[in-house]
């Protein structure tokens, strides 16, 4: 990629920002890992084909031109929270996946949704992920394993989380999360 296409897909990144909340990247990479998806699969679930879903996910692309696309999204937002806090089950979000494949609405996807558990309280795998999403929008996990170095004599507990939530897997920072909630 040139500079020219680098500085495009840049700007693709932060209209995406400002329009879904995030990089649809982060988002459907998000998505993928929670609901054990691979990208062909996603990419069927939402009605996109193959290739655009990486055009979206690379910043060729910014806007998701179809509405119906942008619910189904919301709802696959939906259920991956509903998966991670346990009210959902494999098996149960496999058929569900199947209904949000057919659903022809049309609402927007808001920046502001939050998944929830029954209690109205964000999971910990969201709230986990929103923090990996702000830490990896600041800098890219090598830079944020560098900046943990950098602490780690004077500040070892910072520079942990640095490399837990920066560059870790989220599996790793829910533990970490849930360990340093007691």
Do not use: C
């Not at 897909?9 to 209209?15: D, F, I, P, Y």
């Not at 009605?47 to 655009?52: I, K």
């Not at 920046?111 to 600041?138: D, F, H, K, N, Y």
């Amino acid at each position: 990629m040139d500079a020219a296409q680098q500085e495009a897909a840049a700007r693709a990144r932060e209209l995406q920002r400002s329009w879904y909340g995030e990089p649809l990247g982060a988002l459907f990479r998000r998505l993928i890992d929670d609901l054990g998806l691979n990208q062909a699969r996603l990419a069927a679930v939402l009605g996109l084909s193959a290739p655009m879903l990486s055009q979206l996910m690379s910043g060729q692309r910014a806007k998701i031109g179809n509405p119906a696309v942008v619910q189904r999204v919301q709802a696959l937002q939906e259920l991956a929270g509903q998966v991670a806090d346990g009210s959902v089950s494999a098996g149960e979000a496999t058929d569900r996946m199947e209904e949000i494949k057919k659903s022809q609405g049309g609402s927007v996807l808001s920046a502001t949704s939050q998944t929830t558990a029954s209690s109205g309280a964000p999971t910990v795998r969201r709230v986990v992920r929103e923090i990996q999403s702000l830490l990896r929008s600041v800098a890219g996990a090598g830079d944020i394993i560098h900046a943990a170095d950098s602490l780690a004599a004077d500040h070892p507990e910072l520079a942990e989380f640095l490399r837990v939530y920066g560059a870790g897997r989220t599996a790793e920072a829910v533990a970490h999360y849930e360990a340093h909630q007691s």
